[in-house]
């Protein structure tokens, strides 16, 4: 239990209030009706101790019930005028009307109820109400004062009838506007209007027909089907219940189209279809273009516009000069009323209605005046004093026009009676000095003006009363540990005693630490501990003498389930049993009671309820559910919740866990905030439903509501066993905290917030931080800082004391209070340093000494630029630079940065196209020299150099051309192998990309291995224009690998490898030697700046296809060596082994030996040649048709990218060894001939950028692009041989 219910006495009467001045009290008056602590005491004990103090002091009058100022009976009832009034002794009461004695005694029909002012005149034996109509005022008289009601004006209600007349016909021509006068009878109180026919149907109304506020009807144009019905005004009376019926109106409607064709009243335009002349709009209420109105403060506000034209206009209202107040106004009436409740003075103004149609618009414009009736400001409060004590009585009210303040004493005016010297009048408040006995009156205030008036009754009484106490003695109170609790000692006495509280008897008075006192004189313990237990006794003095009680504490341990019951998933028709054991104070009764989804659980014949258990037999579906323990003593409880599932088949498992999907946990509740200190608080919550996942962690989120309002920040965070924790707080910070569960699934919803607290403020106890001084334009300073946050204000009117001067001139400090983030200082020389300062203040002081910022004003552009600019070429791909510095006048701010501009003016290679986009390289401000890298080789550029400061750049130096030498070309594009046979492989590639100088031709390097197993690596040069090889295969089971680079007159560039189709019967690709690793085409293998060097290989396994030309894998081996002042690119290759080499040879003839001695191969390769020879046949035909094959159908392996693939999904059968290689031509005989190359520098468009590194050293200056689809005609001539027909059909 959080804390213990609040005594009853505490609520019965405030006994210690303090008024304006600390000397006032309070009589308890009433009994309480909530129930007592847990205690020894009588329950009525207390009750009698505050009927005697009532019975024994004395108490002037106060009315406590009184009729309306204005009040209106019923003439068929009696009438009954209330006034009613307390006091010691009991008051007499009498009354005036029209200000004048109300002699109740002569006439009969007028009686006064028993211990009561109330007046009852009865009509029964006759009489007319009316007779008894007037102002009343009731008094209320004992020995110590008189006490007056409110002028009571009464009145009877009237429902006059309607006067007869007689209604001619309304005739009016249709379109024009008609306006039905209602004029009802005056009745008291006014009437409810509504309009009917004489057949009591309600006329319907709508924009074009409606009723006005006043009761009229206006038609905002007439139409033939108004002529359909009459129109009758009707007038409702409240008290009567009775209603009026007025003659009704009929309607005669000239029209130029006489049928009332019911199509055209959905006609897009009816009122030319009908033959209306269309009309702009024009006002029917109120006339004219302006009017004013008067509104009292609390009424309601209701402004109408009512207008007619053709078509019907829209009215839209609006407020000059801002908007509608959007919670206070409606519009009602088919927008032709607007409504404001509650009017406040703020709602004065002009407001306008427009109404507008297809024809025009016009305007209406109501000048709203709001005045006052008086309203409180501070009402006067009864005083209590003791002899000698001051006190006041205060009657402040506010009103339009401003009211005036009477004073009265029992009734009359003060300046008419008896002059008291301990009492003195200033203005709307009375001060007494000194009182005495002689002083107690009843005191009345009427403050007024002409719009109503307010009138209250404030008594001073005077007592002279010893300590007493007010609760029953020894009480015995019962807590939980770590609770909080308070204990009331409910006290009076005059004068006001001083309360102390003292523990066993002896000791110090008690206050402060876990302790605090109030001013009522309850005792709070902020948490209760085992020592805390014991015997307080509260002691009451004051000049009289003294009284003291006690109270006995008794500290409980707490309910705990310390074992809860476990969520379960059962078979239908099992037994089930839900745990829940409970710890708790043996010397309380502990009650062990069940819930079923929140209800209370009825135990029947299936059920067995034990002290730990729950046990249910014969599990049915109906006993699904959750299922909560609930574990209370007469102080506290504890609750666990569990879920029980039931399902109908064998499979379900035993934990509900294992079967139910985990969740979010829900949000926790119940948070509380205790132990209230200055710097500190304890935030209690009750966690919520982890949903199947322990909840691992809270995290504690704070909102205030002075700096960022509605903005959630975190706090702090809290392992998921914690549900209490001591929140570190900030001075002045009106904090609401709330909790947020997270388990593994994620974040729990927040809870709802926690009341809010308030600390106490203090001076600041930091500064901002990230100050800074810049300028935003050459002749200014902008002065910035991070503002602090509600956290770091403690206290109000946060600002900021900014300070600067400029640096090193020892001239006086410039100061200003900034409330914002910024400040600029203006009219500052070009690039000047200052020293800042900015210093935190609230209203509670300053904040510390704050440091000392250089900050500097506005940059200018640079004056000069870099001269004597010398450029040296290092390499193909980078040169040096080397420049003379600024002089620092010129710079006109802080030197950022040389930046050199520099781009391709054109290539070297005749008819190549380049790019002339500018490029950039910047060099740090304290050097004259650098390096310009990822240049494009055998180029032409041009170059220039700027100073950067914090503006930009300044003017540039004279532009320097240079020249890059030739450079090694690009890995060749395309580089594809393809096996058309057994005994050939055939070779084809393409140019490179970048040939960064004069290719002067090929190198290809390749070697056989069969495995791990490698042979001789041969070499083959190649002139610049051959891009195709074939080489003859010595043995049907060794594959090779190829390595194709090409060369300038530098050298060899980057290299391509590819390897040579696996055949059919080798089962996995073959691993690559470590000594070569391979990398995925297009992959440049780099490395940093500072790294060692390094290579990197990524192997991309050959894809299978039916077809039997294979296409390699394309791998880019390279190996990248960067140190900080060069790159070299290098290929690596296999180191030469000849005795290896030798091993292998015979190892490959040994192998074909073995297989061409072997019957089975002989006798294979029969069966192959006979099926072979009929497979051609059926090939044949087929290719004689056309006919395409889906090979998706005819084999399992996956398509590869190569694949020819048709829009249909079927793939052309043809072979593509039949298609001619790229480059060559098909003679007639079947031989390949080389054509002459095509070749042309235009195909060696520019490509991507390499990388650099900083001083421009190379380290990778090429990319490779994609290969393009390998179904362009690149593959060999050769005829289908019976082995890549077996092949096709693997």
């Keep these: 239990m959080a804390r213990q219910p609040p005594l009853p006495w505490a609520h019965a009467a405030f006994l210690l209030l303090l008024l304006q001045l600390g000397g006032a009290i309070e009589i308890p008056m009433d009994r309480p ?23 024994e002091l004395t108490q002037p009058p106060t009315i406590t019930k009184q009729s309306v100022k204005d009040h209106i009976v019923d003439p068929r009832d009696n009438i009954l005028i209330e006034c009613e009034a307390k006091g010691n002794p009991a008051p007499s009461f009498h009354w005036t009307r029209n200000s004048r004695f109300f002699n109740i005694a002569k006439d009969p029909r007028v009686s006064m109820r028993r211990r009561s002012g109330t007046l009852v005149i009865d009509f029964r034996s006759g009489g007319r109400p009316e007779e008894y109509e007037g102002e009343y005022q009731c008094f209320a008289r004992n020995k110590f004062g008189t006490a007056l009601s409110n002028k009571i004006r009464l009145q009877v209600s009237k429902s006059p009838l309607w006067p007869k007349e007689n209604l001619d016909p309304v005739v009016v021509q249709e379109g024009a506007p008609l306006t039905l006068q209602c004029n009802p009878p005056p009745g008291l109180p006014s009437p409810v209007i509504f309009w009917m026919s004489s057949s009591m149907e309600p006329i319907a109304q709508d924009k074009r027909v409606s009723q006005g506020h006043h009761g009229d009807l206006y038609f905002s144009n007439v139409l033939l089907q108004d002529m359909q019905t009459d129109y009758s005004c009707n007038a409702r009376f409240h008290f009567t219940h009775t209603i009026q019926q007025k003659n009704p109106f009929t309607l005669k409607v000239l029209t130029n189209h006489p049928y009332n064709d019911s199509s055209l009243r959905n006609h897009p335009d009816m009122y030319s279809a009908r033959g209306v002349a269309e009309r702009t709009p024009s006002f029917m209420y109120p006339q004219g273009t302006s009017s004013s109105q008067m509104v009292l403060r609390g009424m309601d506000l209701l402004l109408e516009c009512i207008a007619s034209g053709v078509p019907t206009p829209d009215i839209a209202w609006y407020k000059k000069g801002g908007d509608l107040p959007s919670d206070k106004a409606k519009f009602e009436n088919f927008n032709k009323a607007l409504r404001i409740t509650n009017v406040s003075e703020e709602d004065s103004g002009e407001y306008f209605c427009l109404a507008s149609n297809k024809m025009g618009s016009i305007r209406h414009t109501i000048s709203v005046r709001v005045k006052a009736a008086p309203y409180w400001l501070d009402e006067p409060k009864n005083l209590i004093l003791a002899p000698g004590e001051d006190g006041r009585l205060v009657c402040r009210a506010s009103g339009n026009p401003k009211p005036t303040v009477q004073w009265m004493v029992n009734g009359e005016p003060l300046q008419s009676a008896p002059p008291n010297p ?39 009484s005077v007592l002279d009363v010893p300590p007493r106490m007010l609760s029953p003695r020894n009480q015995l109170i019962r807590v939980i540990l770590y609770n909080r609790t308070r204990l009331d000692c409910p006290f009076f006495g005059s004068p006001i005693p001083t309360l102390r509280w003292f523990k066993n008897g002896q000791g110090s008075n008690l206050d402060g630490g876990n302790y605090h006192v109030y001013e009522n004189g309850s005792l709070e313990i902020k948490m209760i ?17 003294k009284a003291e009680n006690q109270v006995r504490l008794e500290v409980k341990d707490p309910t705990r389930i310390f074992r809860m019951p476990e969520d379960q998933v059962v078979q239908r028709g099992t037994t089930v049993q839900l745990e829940c054991r409970v710890k708790h104070d043996p010397s309380l009764r502990l009650t062990v009671s069940w819930l079923k989804d929140d209800e209370p659980l009825y135990v029947g014949n299936r059920m067995k309820k034990e002290d730990d258990s729950l046990t249910i037999f014969g599990v049915a579906e109906r006993d699904q559910g959750s299922y909560t323990c609930v574990a209370s003593t007469e102080l506290d409880q504890d609750l666990a919740k569990a879920h029980l599932t039931v399902l109908a088949d064998q499979t379900a498992p035993t934990n509900r866990l294992a079967a139910l999907p985990k969740g979010r946990p829900d949000r926790p509740r119940d948070l509380e905030l205790t132990d209230l200190a200055e710097r500190s608080v ?6 919520g439903d982890d949903n199947n996942s322990p909840i691992t962690g809270y995290v504690v989120q704070f909102e205030e509501d002075q700096f960022q309002p509605g903005v959630w920040h975190d706090h702090s965070k809290f392992p998921g066993s914690v549900n209490s924790a001591v929140l570190q707080l900030s001075p002045y910070v009106n904090y609401q905290f709330r909790v947020i569960a997270i388990n593994e699934v994620g974040s729990s919803h927040p809870s709802l917030p926690s009341e809010r607290y308030r600390t106490s403020g203090a001076p600041p106890e930091s500064n901002p931080s990230d100050v800074k001084g810049e300028g935003t334009r050459k002749n200014n300073m902008e002065i910035t800082w991070t503002p ?16 600067w001067r400029r640096r090193e001139t020892r001239e006086t400090w410039n100061n200003v209070t900034v409330w914002g983030s910024r400040h600029v200082v203006g009219q500052t020389p070009v690039y000047v340093p200052y020293e800042i300062r900015v210093q935190a203040e609230n209203d509670f002081g300053k904040g510390p000494e704050p440091d000392t910022v250089i900050g500097y004003s506005g940059e200018d552009y640079p004056r000069a630029a870099p001269t004597d600019v010398k450029v040296r070429v290092m390499n193909s791909t980078a040169i040096g630079l080397q420049w003379n510095r600024v002089y620092s006048d010129t710079v006109q701010g802080q030197l950022r940065e040389y930046r050199a501009y520099y781009w391709r003016e054109s290539s070297l290679l005749k008819n190549l196209w380049v790019s002339q986009k500018r490029q950039q390289a910047s060099f740090p401000s304290d050097r004259t020299r650098g390096v310009v890298g990822r240049l494009f080789p055998y180029s032409n550029y041009k170059l220039e150099m700027v100073v950067v400061n914090g503006r930009g750049n300044g003017p540039h130096s004279e532009t320097k051309e240079f020249t890059t030498p ?16 057994l005994e050939t492989v055939n070779l084809e590639w393409d140019h490179p990309e970048h040939p960064n100088g004069i290719l002067t031709g090929y190198t290809l390097k390749y070697v056989a291995f069969n495995g791990t197993k490698l042979g001789k690596q041969m070499v083959e040069n190649f002139s610049p224009n051959q891009t195709k090889f074939s080489v003859q295969r010595s043995d049907p089971v060794s594959r090779f690998r190829f390595t194709l680079s090409a060369r300038t007159q530098v050298g060899s ?7 040579s189709p696996a055949p059919p019967n080798e089962a996995t690709p073959t691993a690559a030697p470590p000594t070569l690793p391979l990398t995925t085409e297009g992959a440049v293998s780099s490395t940093d700046a500072t790294a060692p060097a390094t290579t990197e290989a990524t192997t991309v396994p050959t894809i299978p296809t039916a077809a039997p030309t294979t296409i390699a894998t394309t791998t880019v081996a390279t190996t990248t060596t960067t140190t900080a002042a060069a790159t070299t690119t290098t290929t690596t290759e296999s180191p030469p082994a000849t005795t290896r080499s030798k091993m292998q040879e015979s190892a ?16 294979l390769m029969c069966a192959i040649a006979l099926l072979v020879l009929i497979l051609l046949i059926v090939c044949f035909i087929k290719r004689s048709r056309g006919g395409k094959y889906p090979v998706r159908e005819k084999k399992d392996v996956p398509l590869g990218p190569e694949d020819p693939k048709e829009e249909d999904g079927s793939f052309d059968y043809s072979d593509e060894d039949n298609k001619p290689l790229q480059g060559s031509q098909t003679s007639l005989d079947g031989t390949i001939k080389q054509q002459e190359s095509d070749d042309s520098l235009v195909d060696y468009g520019e490509g991507g950028e390499g990388q650099f590194n900083e001083d421009g050293s190379f380290i990778g200056q090429y990319t490779v692009k994609k290969d393009k689809e390998e179904t362009e005609g690149n593959e060999s001539s050769e005829a289908t041989s019976p082995v890549n027909a077996i092949y096709s059909l693997a």
């Design 529 to 545: 501990r085992k020592e805390d237990q014991g015997i307080y006794t509260c002691v009451a003095t004051n000049i009289l003498g």
């Design 966 to 981: 030739e450079g090694v070309p690009s890995a060749p594009r395309r580089f594809r192998v393809r096996q058309p046979s």
């Design 1053 to 1059: 560039g980057e290299a391509v490898t590819e390897e």
């Design 682 to 687: 304890r935030l209690t919550w009750i966690p």
């Design 788 to 803: 602090m946050n509600a956290t770091s204000a403690f206290g109000p009117n946060l600002r900021y004391i900014v300070k």
């Design 1148 to 1163: 490959y003839t040994n192998n074909q030996a073995d297989i061409a001695t072997q019957g089975w191969f002989i006798g």
């Design 33 to 55: 009706s909530e129930p007592l602590h847990p205690s020894s005491s009588p329950p009525h004990s207390q009750g009698r101790s505050e009927a005697s103090i009532q019975n």
């Design 422 to 460: 301990n009492r003195e009048v200033a203005g709307d408040t009375i001060i007494f000095r000194d009182t005495q006995v002689s002083s107690r009156a009843v005191y009345q205030c009427n403050t007024s003006n002409e719009h109503g008036y307010l009138l209250a009754n404030a008594f001073v």
